[in-house]
């Protein structure tokens, strides 16, 4: 059998290992074709472009 824990660890404990787990600011990139702000590595919502070329079609895209 595993071993288990005789006691309970208090919520500092709890609290000192979870304190690493914040939220982190969201990166976002310029679009080098419309200069909208967009997230890196995803084609742009705006313009559809990605790397220099269109890879999106839709209604939502010019």
Known sequence: MPPLPKKKHSKGRQGGR???FGMKPMTLAECPQCRAVRMPH???PSCGNYNGRSVATGSSFE
């Open 42 to 44: 995803r084609a742009c």
């Open 18 to 20: 979870k304190a690493h």
